[in-house]
């Protein structure tokens, strides 16, 4: 069992461009979420996957966040143009729909705006 | 907006002391979860508590669910230095795909 990954674990960029992270959830799990943490705070939700159905969405994402998960596997997390209130760490989880409990996190990915 | 809200924002003790943290939540729960973040890294459960459910035990770890107060506690025992991390709740409030949502989180540090 390899875990949650996420890829990459810390990302700079200059205002106005395109970032993309990855998630690849454990193998079994058929539920995979997407949080975004600023410094100090806890997780905020900001999307979430059944197989490959993205079944709910926060008000958070912005018309700039896109998130795909196209075979029901791994996912990705875009921003565009991006902005610097977007630094922020961002952390996909996956799960088991069947089972009522737990969230395994991955690392998570760091974003920097300069 | 979050639902839980963590207290003590910070707390810090001696190696041996007990440690422990309040959530308070908003809305009716299912269940209500822990979990530990060392700095600058991923979150890890610790444990689950449902909204039937008063108190549940693990390891060094006591958590208690107060659904009339909408609280919960966590309790650790013997700290150590290596339990040095923040800690959050995270209630599952609509069952419909582990949802959670996260508190702001107590940052705790173990002094040895």
């Known amino acids: 069992d390899t875990g949650v990954s996420q890829d990459p674990r810390h990302k700079i960029t200059k205002r106005g461009q395109n970032v993309t992270f990855r998630c690849d959830p454990i193998?079994?799990?058929?539920?995979l979420y997407w949080y975004r943490q600023t410094l100090g705070q806890g997780p905020e939700f900001l999307t979430y996957f059944q197989n490959e159905a993205q079944l709910e969405k926060s008000r958070l994402l912005s018309d700039r966040f896109s998130a795909e998960r196209p075979k029901g596997s791994f996912s990705t997390l875009e921003i565009q143009r991006t902005e610097q209130g977007d630094s922020a760490m961002y952390l996909c989880a996956s799960s088991f729909s069947l089972a009522i409990g737990e969230l395994f996190f991955g690392e998570g990915s760091r974003l920097t705006v300069l | 907006s979050q639902q839980g809200e963590e207290d003590p924002q910070a707390l810090s003790i001696q190696e041996g002391e007990n440690a422990t943290m309040n959530c308070s939540y908003k809305t009716s729960i299912n269940n209500l979860q822990w979990y530990r973040q060392n700095s600058g890294r991923g979150l890890v459960h610790l444990i689950l508590i449902r909204s039937n459910e008063r108190e549940k035990h693990s390891g060094r770890l006591r958590v208690t669910l107060d659904t009339s107060k909408k609280s919960s506690s966590l309790l650790i025992t013997a700290s150590r230095a290596a339990d040095t991390a923040s800690y959050f709740c995270a209630t599952d409030y609509n069952n419909a795909g582990n949802m959670l949502t996260f508190g702001g989180g107590t940052r705790l540090m173990v002094k040895p």
């Open positions: 193998s079994e799990h058929n539920r």
